[in-house]
Antibody, heavy 122, light 108 residues
Framework: QVQLQESGPGLVKPSQTLSLTCTVS??????????WSWLRQPAGKALEWIGR???????TYNPSLKSRVTISVDRSKNQFSLKLTSVTAADTAVYYC??????????????WGQGTLVTVSS | SYELTQPPSVSVSPGQTATITCSGE??????ANWYQQKPGQAPALVIY???ERPSGIPERFSGSSSGTTVTLTISGVQAEDEADYYC???????????FGGGTKLTVL
């Protein structure tokens, strides 16, 4: 079955850019009508959706993060990536990638990667 | 911005029924989904499209919807069901995904 794995630096300095990659295994990122998503969860807090991309490159971002977020896809590597600019301590969180299934007025995240902790600190 | 509201905590004894609610203005127009998250683990989908159960999820997990509220019901709660549960849906325009604040289920 499809599995996702996040990778990237665990420590980012304030004002710099957070960059993460999600590698999809067990299936092609281009197959099916799926979106590929990033989410995050600060310690002890709720989940927050960051944004998504389909394999045509169409993106949708959380309005609260839109000015700082870029999600891209590399079909040749079966990967998609997240860039978050001008980070602050408030961006410290566990970052998850997940596959998003969209059907008209329904959309759900499954499966999820295991998550990766990113700490913003000097 | 759109919000989904969940109770912070629910407690039940083993074998009893746990109900977790999620309220949101757009829920009559948008399906909702439920995720279980155990400490140190990624969330896992337990209910999608209000009432559908993914393969591998025990039958004791069920979902329902009425107006602006969706409900996750766990019948015959087991100790292993102790976890945080999150509802998720979209705003009325569709593209933006939102999560509830999460409910900590404690099995007494």
């Amino acid at each position: 079955q499809v599995q996702l794995q996040e990778s990237g630096p665990g420590l980012v300095k304030p004002s710099q850019t957070l960059s993460l990659t999600c590698t999809v295994s067990g299936g092609s990122i281009s197959s099916g009508n799926f979106y590929w998503s990033w989410l995050r969860q600060p310690a002890g807090k709720a989940l927050e959706w960051i944004g998504r991309i389909n394999t045509s490159g169409r993106t949708t971002y959380n309005p609260s993060l839109k000015s700082r977020v870029t999600i891209s896809v590399d079909r040749s590597k079966n990967q998609f990536s997240l860039k978050l600019t001008s980070v602050t301590a408030a961006d410290t969180a566990v970052y998850y990638c997940a596959r998003f299934s969209l059907q008209l007025v329904a959309g759900w995240f499954d499966p999820w990667g295991q998550g990766t902790l990113v700490t913003v600190s000097s | 911005s759109y919000e989904l509201t969940q109770p912070p905590s629910v407690s039940v004894s083993p074998g009893q029924t746990a109900t977790i609610t999620c309220s949101g203005e757009a829920l009559p127009k948008q399906y909702a989904n439920w995720y279980q998250q155990k400490p140190g683990q990624a969330p896992a989908l337990v209910i999608y499209k209000d009432t559908e159960r993914p393969s591998g999820i025990p039958e004791r997990f069920s979902g329902s919807s009425s107006g602006t509220t969706v409900t996750l019901t766990i019948s015959g709660v087991q100790a292993e069901d102790e976890a945080d549960y999150y509802c998720q849906s979209a705003d009325s325009s569709g593209p933006y995904q939102v999560f509830g604040g999460g409910t900590k289920l404690t099995v007494l």
